[in-house]
């Protein structure tokens, strides 16, 4: 095993820019709207390649299945233990290029998923890499308004947009968005999202918006109010921990629940870390350049801004070498 790279998946959208190619070096196509790159991805239909070493132009599947706990680590085991065709990735990692506004929309938990699509839930956190003239995300229902209120709204065709929470975001900030929570990112940002391994999306309101043909994207109201629970919007903003605070290196802690841990790096020299076979890693960099490398022969990729690599459990010793400061997130399970 070794620290792999991966190809990226590019996703167009209507509210996507550019941004993710000119600003991240994204190998999506230019003359389109890519709202997301899929960075680290084992869903049915959208898989990663592996691009470097052994198991060039594999996927992770074909690691999983070969590979198991060597690859994901003990505290997967419970992946490991269904029935073959069910094993999976237990994270997606995907960039979000958000130009204009995404819709107003909700993810179904694992239950609902499950039964109605045969799939896994939605549970997903937004980590703030580029924001730019005071951009706002849309969280949950404002106090004193239920989804019943909301509903009766949609019903008899009344203006919705004032019965959300707004908030205003900046470089570093970051949100946890569980399942069944109203959202919304409302454009002039980018980010990085660390999510369930799901694609399921109902879309409640897309702010009459109509394509050249003078339709609207497809709304999934019924299935919206099925998942819609009452949230605390003003609980889900991190409230970071710090671990760690020196000279050369800070590290705090963004969030952690049962799906993932997400830590913030920064460090202005080199550092080392050891996996503990208990899970893999994910090192996503948001700023700075440098080389990350561990003591298998050869075993060496560049980490420019943007880009992300995933550490087996077992691989043991890897050093991150920066090029002055840089700042990236770890994710674990």
Not at 180 to 190: E, F, M, N, S, T
Not at 261 to 288: A, L, P, R
Request: charged letters at 30%; proline letters at 2%.
């Amino acid at each position: 095993m070794y620290i792999l790279e991966l190809s990226e998946i590019g996703k167009e959208t209507v509210w996507g820019g550019n941004s993710l190619s000119s600003l991240y070096s994204k190998h999506v196509e230019q003359n389109k709207n890519i709202g997301e790159s899929w960075e680290i991805c084992d869903l049915k239909d959208d898989k990663n390649i592996i691009s470097n070493g052994e198991f060039k132009g594999k996927t992770l599947s074909y690691l999983i299945e070969n590979f198991g706990e060597e690859f994901l680590g003990s505290a997967c085991n419970e992946f490991q233990e269904t029935k073959k065709e069910e094993k999976y990735f237990p994270l997606l990692i995907k960039f979000i290029d958000a130009k204009d506004k995404l819709s107003i929309q909700v993810h179904p938990n694992e239950e609902y998923a499950n039964k109605n699509h045969g799939k896994h839930g939605k549970n997903e956190m937004w980590y703030i890499m580029n924001a730019k003239n005071s951009p706002k995300l849309l969280i949950g229902l404002k106090e004193g308004i239920d989804k019943t209120a909301l509903k009766n709204a949609i019903e008899n065709n009344q203006n919705i947009e004032n019965m959300f929470n707004y908030f205003e975001v900046k470089n570093g900030d970051a949100y946890y968005i569980p399942s069944g929570c109203i959202h919304a990112i409302l454009g002039d940002v980018i980010i990085a999202e660390i999510q369930t391994p799901s694609d399921i999306t109902y879309r409640l309101y897309d702010w009459n918006r109509i394509d050249k043909n003078g339709k609207g994207r497809e709304l999934h109201i019924e299935d919206s109010f099925n998942v819609i629970e009452n949230i605390d919007a003003s609980k889900l903003k991190s409230q970071r921990i710090n671990k760690i605070k020196n000279d050369n290196l800070e590290i705090n802690e963004i969030f952690s629940n049962k799906y993932f841990t997400t830590e913030e790096y920064i460090i202005k020299n080199n550092f080392s870390s050891k996996t503990n076979n208990k899970t893999f890693e994910i090192i996503i960099n948001i700023e700075g350049n440098g080389f990350i490398e561990s003591d298998i022969k050869d075993n060496i990729i560049k980490l420019n801004a943007g880009k992300t690599v995933l550490i087996p459990a077992s691989i043991g010793n890897y050093r991150i070498k920066s090029e002055g400061e840089m700042k990236f997130l770890r994710v674990t399970v």
